[in-house]
């Protein structure tokens, strides 16, 4: 006889389904929902999950999420002063951790401030401390880091009476005559971009601490923008590798869709019979993979950020004379994405300031234009940070995805007022109601970890609209709740084309929810933030916070 793997009783569970918003219990086979409601309860289960009353909602898709980069920052060691209050206790620190982990492996953190400990750690202290693995460890101001000799060895820093030198940077060479180990600006820098790729097995650490986190927080799915990157956001040209290894493991816990960087792929001669393509070898594409781990839409950054003034706008910084910069050539740009595209890609393009968007609308039309496909690409425009009524109407009428992050609006915001003006900040900058009025898709993401990651603050972000200092910011642009639920489930699987598997609990999807610790729906939206995670539930089996659920 037919059994269910699991029944989910007495919750309140929001299915995302327009047609069956709400249900009491939910059943669950191979992973997938087998029935709702009364129907749920007819098939006898291996197991009864009692949710208590509890909210449940399908279970968070960040649709922009660097995993591996805030599984590798999670898994830094805090070195600030309540952690370390001395030179002797952050040599101690250091030591307990570098005990814990592979020979090879880098030793990492950061926090320290030598005028509050009693001068600068050394790098021979750092080698004696970790036991000979290479130790870098930057300090408070991240102006400066201190590394231990075999992580100079590493990056090509052999000649330590006589290290390189280099603008606007200092490897401090101590009165021995030998660098100490100290890295000023520029040097570390240059330092950063000598550490890849690393190992492995360090991103695999990396991978499971990040996704191992993502799940307190009810995420079950990302979208890891720009893996094999080698400016700074991947982790290696074999980041794929990684990838697939953790998941062979069991170490890659949340649902992934890995995007390549652009600079990971190349041209293909002989494509197809006279024409060329780009991408990856064999035409490895957006969409291969399944239901854990596939390939997404491959990502390129087109501009800078707005707190970085290097955002690419229309008109003038509000508070420095320029205007921001495109990091590539237009023209060369245009070429490649096209390429991309007609060779079976999904794009992603980074795209801050106005004038990104509008090259970014651009060169997707051309490219939409020039071979048209079957099925909507969906390309998408990461961030979308300052959009015009004209590319709002644009991007609905391509079919073109914006991947707005709410959390940026309350933990960057004052630097998006700072630099735009008040007046520009509040009309152009996260459009997300206007994008909805005309028809669009939109996804919820985070860009953790360039801001908290949790799902309920991003969606008390997308509603409330203030920045940390309580500046309203465009609250015109506001969502309501059940939009912001529906991005961050639905909307960010059609962002991936994955809509037909997951982002809503029907029959036939992947069984993937988040326990809600309060009802949404009926709470204050200022309170939004604060309601917790209480239970992870992935293809129907509760991998966090399973103590919590009777
Ligand atoms: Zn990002």
């Not at 980069?69 to 040599?91: I, K, M």
């Not at 930057?138 to 590493?154: G, L």
């Not at 590798?241 to 001669?269: D, F, K, W």
């Not at 229309?314 to 320029?322: E, F, I, K, L």
Request: with cysteine.
């Amino acid at each position: 006889m037919v059994k269910a793997d699991a029944v989910f009783v007495n919750g309140k569970i929001w299915t995302g389904d327009p047609a069956r918003p709400w249900a009491h219990a939910l059943s669950v086979a191979f992973g997938r929902v087998a029935a709702l409601g009364d129907d749920a309860l007819q098939l006898p289960a291996a197991q009864t999950v009692d949710l208590s009353g509890r909210t449940v909602v399908p279970g968070f898709y960040d649709a922009h999420h660097h995993l591996a980069l805030r599984g590798q920052r999670l898994a830094a060691l805090d070195l600030g002063f309540h952690a370390a209050p001395s030179r002797e206790r952050l040599l101690e620190v250091i030591a307990g951790h570098a005990r814990i982990l592979p020979e090879d492996s880098w030793v990492r953190g950061g926090g320290f401030d030598q005028n509050k400990i009693g001068g600068f750690p050394t790098r021979e202290e750092f080698d004696t401390a970790a036991g000979g693995r290479p130790v870098w460890i930057t300090h408070v101001s991240e102006h400066m880091a201190v590394a231990s000799t075999s992580a100079m060895h590493r990056v090509g820093v052999t000649d330590l009476a006589n290290p390189p030198t280099m603008t606007g940077g200092l490897i401090e060479v101590g009165e021995d005559g030998l660098a100490t180990g100290l890295f000023l600006e520029n040097a570390k820098k240059w330092f950063d971009s000598r550490l890849k790729p690393y190992p492995v097995s360090d991103i695999i650490t990396s991978l499971e601490t990040g996704s191992r986190i993502a799940l307190t927080e009810g995420i079950t799915s990302v979208a890891d923008p720009g893996i094999g990157a080698t400016n700074g956001i991947g982790m290696g040209p074999a980041d794929l590798h990684a990838y697939q290894r953790a998941r062979e493991q069991q170490r890659l816990h949340v649902r992934v869709t890995a995007m390549p960087y652009l600079t990971a792929t190349h041209g293909i001669e002989h494509f197809e019979p006279g024409s060329d393509g780009w991408g990856l070898d064999l035409g490895l594409r957006s969409g291969f993979g399944d239901e854990h781990l596939s390939i997404g839409a491959v990502k390129v950054l087109s501009d800078g950020s707005l707190i970085g003034r290097s955002a690419a706008l229309t008109c003038d910084y509000h508070d420095h004379a320029d205007d921001g910069m495109l990091l590539f050539d237009p023209e060369e740009l245009g070429a490649t994405l096209s390429s991309l595209h007609r060779s079976g890609w999904q794009l992603a393009v980074h795209a801050i300031g106005d004038r990104a968007v509008e090259h970014a609308v651009e060169h997707l039309r051309r490219a939409q234009q020039s071979h048209p496909r079957r099925v909507l690409p969906r390309h998408r425009i990461e961030h979308c940070g300052m959009a015009s009524d004209e590319s709002v109407r644009r991007i609905a009428e391509l079919g073109i995805i914006p991947v707005p992050q709410g959390r940026f609006l309350t933990e960057l915001g004052d630097g998006f007022i700072d630099v735009l003006g008040t007046e520009r900040a509040d009309r152009l900058v996260y459009r997300m109601k206007s994008f909805l009025d005309a028809g669009v898709e939109l996804p919820g993401s985070s860009d953790t970890p360039v801001v908290e990651a949790h799902p309920m603050k991003g969606i008390h972000d997308m509603v409330n609209r203030r920045t940390a200092d309580g500046q309203p910011i465009g609250l015109h642009e506001g969502v309501t709740v059940e939009q912001a639920f529906r991005a961050y489930t639905y909307g960010s699987a059609y962002a991936s084309h994955q809509e037909h598997i997951k982002g809503r609990l029907m029959p036939g999807l992947l069984a993937d929810m988040a326990v809600l610790g309060a009802n949404p729906f009926a709470a204050k939206p200022a309170e939004l933030g604060d309601i917790a995670v209480r239970a992870t539930v992935l293809g129907g089996e509760v991998v966090f916070g399973a103590e919590s659920l009777g």
